[in-house]
């Protein structure tokens, strides 16, 4: 038995999970049914968003579920008419074990690390938020507890020294996606040797937990290099960012996209520097980060000589 002769049904959300849902689909793979979550109302109208997936789904004719709740006997009845041999999950939400345990196969996850290292929601941003020099993608066996599962395959990327999350984001996308197609084919033809993750001997942990706004808030008492990669670990979402406030006591959030380092600095952590024309720096612990890709509240994302010209008097804010 191939992979291609396997019913597979696909769990995921956002577009990180399109890439995989593509390539079973475009290689001619048997994707019976998608499972992901239900429309959210989203921008300033408040109208229903599709999910990426649905999207895509959508598109190429895709049996569809959206289920509120997985333990929901409705939904689990669906879900069993679809007599899945496997079930791939990418970018999706934590399962109940009625539901992993379903196909004759079970269910794999791809993971965005090279677990053991980086379980939680948002492993990407701490990687490089941490300073890596590498990280990759994990297939690996769902069990009970999450991110836990024997692996299966992983395949590496490094993280250069001006990778956004971003950058890492569509390249993990797409070597992924082939990791998916290699990982069915392998549990299709019984051609793999899973590792449990309790055998792999790391130092400690690092884990990858949900961000959340004042993770996202830069502390200027750090050293240049923690900040930057702060900076590069959230863009270009959610975004690093910091306040500033003017000599009358008016405050601005401003998000900051990228930033290069500068030479050693004594200045005030926080201190900014400008010309007021083509130059924004702002001082760390022992650094200076210029500012080369910003968003100021209520305005557009621009690069800082744009931001320049239409806002004076930048050297008289400060950072709060």
Known sequence: MTGKDLRIVFMGTPDFAVASLAALVENG????????????????????????????????????????????????????????????????????????????????????????????????????????KETGVTTFLLSHEIDTGAILFQEKTPIGDNDTVGDIHDRLMDIGAQLVLKTVDALAEGNYSPLDQDEIKVDSLKPAPK??????????????????????????????????????????????????LEADSDAKPGTIESDEKSYLKIAAADRRLSITDLQLSGKKRMKTDEFLRGFHSISTLRTR
């Open 29 to 132: 793979y048997q994707v019976v049914g998608v499972i992901t979550a239900p429309d959210k109302p989203a921008g300033r109208g408040r109208k229903l968003q599709e999910p990426a997936v649905k999207k895509y789904a959508s598109e190429k004719g895709l049996r569809i579920l959206q289920p509120e709740k997985l333990k929901n006997p409705d939904f689990i009845r669906e879900l069993q008419g679809l007599k899945a041999d496997l079930q791939v999950i990418v970018a999706f939400r934590m399962l109940p074990e009625v539901v992993w345990s379903m196909p004759r196969l079970g269910t794999f996850n791809l993971h965005g690390s090279l677990l053991p290292q980086y379980r939680g929601a948002a492993p990407l941003n701490w990687a490089v938020i941490n300073g890596e």
């Open 211 to 260: 961000l959340f706004k004042d993770d996202c808030r830069i502390d200027w008492t750090q050293t240049g290099e923690q900040i930057r990669n702060l900076i590069r670990g959230l863009s270009p979402y959610p975004a690093a960012w910091t306040e500033l406030e003017d000599e009358n006591g008016n405050s601005y959030t401003m998000k900051i996209y990228f930033a290069d």
